[in-house]
T-cell receptor, first 118, second 116 residues
Framework: AQTVTQSQPEMSVQEAETVTLSCTYD???????LFWYKQPPSRQMILVIRQEAYKQQNATENRFSVNFQKAAKSFSLKISDSQLGDTAMYFCAFMKHGMRGSQGNLIFGKGTKLSVKP | DTGVSQDPRHKITKRGQNVTFRCDPISEHNRLYWYRQTLGQGPEFLTY????????KSRLLSDRFSAERPKGSFSTLEIQRTEQGDSAMYLC??????????????FGPGTRLTVT
């Protein structure tokens, strides 16, 4: 069974600074996807960034980038130039690579509550 | 707005009552997922559909829970004889799935259930 661990329940960062959120996972699968989702207070969950395990290059999306270390089973999220709107719960999630008919449910960590301070 | 919608957004019920939630996925998405999220935790998978077929159910989905997606469009999640432990946010997500690939899931706003 796959597990996802986020060891930082809460973090804070000053506006315009950089912060890194940690995530480790455990799996025997070789092909899979990793995600970071953002859940703002009282708002719905949205995808921040996605990484395919077969890609060695780390994914980037504007101010968001990941450090994917497959051998170490580590998948951290770096937020540069933090903005007040980045305040949210951040969830790391794992999904097995789909073959025909296989499931594609996400396995989430417990989340990290990020507060961006002015 | 063509995102995932859920109804109702909030539901308060007394223990022992039945409740039903509805999810309308993004129209071209053939996969639909239900998750449950309790306070301070990440979402936990309950079940998912590909078109109208329910393909997987978690062990979390006791026999008091039933989900349907009768025409491969909207889905309903029913909880019978609710218990206080059922209090949670119930999230719906949808995705499209070209053959051989998994695509990202788009989440709805959730239905917050409180059992008193």
């Amino acid at each position: 069974a796959q597990t996802v661990t986020q060891s930082q329940p809460e973090m804070s960062v000053q506006e315009a600074e950089t912060v890194t959120l940690s995530c480790t996972y455990d799996t025997s699968e070789n092909n899979y996807y990793l995600f970071w989702y953002k859940q703002p207070p009282s708002r719905q969950m949205i995808l921040v960034i996605r990484q395919e395990a077969y890609k060695q290059q780390n994914a980037t999306e504007n101010r968001f980038s990941v450090n994917f270390q497959k051998a170490a089973k580590s998948f951290s999220l770096k937020i540069s130039d933090s903005q007040l709107g980045d305040t949210a719960m951040y969830f790391c999630a794992f999904m097995k690579h789909g073959m025909r008919g296989s499931q594609g449910n996400l396995i989430f960590g417990k989340g990290t509550k990020l507060s961006v301070k002015p | 707005d063509t995102g995932v919608s859920q109804d109702p957004r909030h539901k308060i019920t007394k223990r022992g009552q039945n409740v039903t939630f509805r999810c309308d996925p993004i129209s071209e998405h053939n996969r639909l997922y239900w998750y449950r999220q309790t306070l301070g935790q990440g979402p936990e998978f309950l079940t998912y559909f590909q078109n109208e077929a329910q393909l997987e159910k978690s062990r979390l989905l006791s026999d008091r829970f039933s989900a349907e997606r009768p025409k491969g469009s909207f889905s309903t999640l029913e909880i019978q004889r609710t218990e206080q432990g059922d209090s949670a946010m119930y999230l719906c997500a949808s995705s499209s799935r070209p053959e051989g690939l998994n695509y990202e899931q788009y989440f709805g706003p959730g239905t917050r259930l409180t059992v008193t």
